[in-house]
Nanobody, 127 residues
Framework: QVQLVASGGGLVQAGDSLRLSCAAS????????LGWFRQAPGKEKEIVAA????????DYPDSVMGRFTVSRDNAKSTVYLEMNNLNADDTALYFC????????????????????WGQGTQVTVSS
């Protein structure tokens, strides 16, 4: 079991940047692969970043490639999502997720493959 608490969301203008954080409780943070997801009203949950246990491999969908960067600090049991040049399409509730499955490191996998979820933090971008 691991508890994830996401924070850092807010209301920003188009072109602004935000850094989301997700702090995990527990002693096995380094054993989890991690992902960031977002869900806008009326839309399906979509993955926006994935990172391997060591942090040496990351994946992003085309919609955020070059703008978002995921990183992790295993000593602090925290994963981050740096978001740059935000636009209105980035408005969503953002979730961090974790899991032990090795396949989570293979790419942008479905939300159902992740085992643990944070509560979400809202990002709203005004155009």
């Amino acid at each position: 079991q691991v508890q994830l608490v996401a924070s850092g969301g807010g209301l920003v203008q188009a072109g602004d940047s935000l850094r989301l954080s997700c702090a995990a409780s527990g002693n096995n943070f380094g054993a989890y692969a991690l992902g960031w997801f977002r869900q806008a009203p009326g839309k399906e949950k979509e993955i926006v970043a994935a990172i391997s246990r060591s942090g040496n491999k990351t994946d992003y969908p085309d919609s955020v490639m070059g703008r978002f960067t995921v990183s992790r600090d295993n000593a602090k049991s925290t994963v981050y999502l740096e978001m740059n040049n935000l636009n209105a399409d980035d408005t969503a509730l953002y979730f961090c997720a974790a899991g032990y499955k090795a396949l989570l490191t293979t790419g942008l996998v479905r939300a159902a493959q992740y085992d643990y979820w944070g509560q979400g933090t809202q990002v709203t971008v005004s155009s």
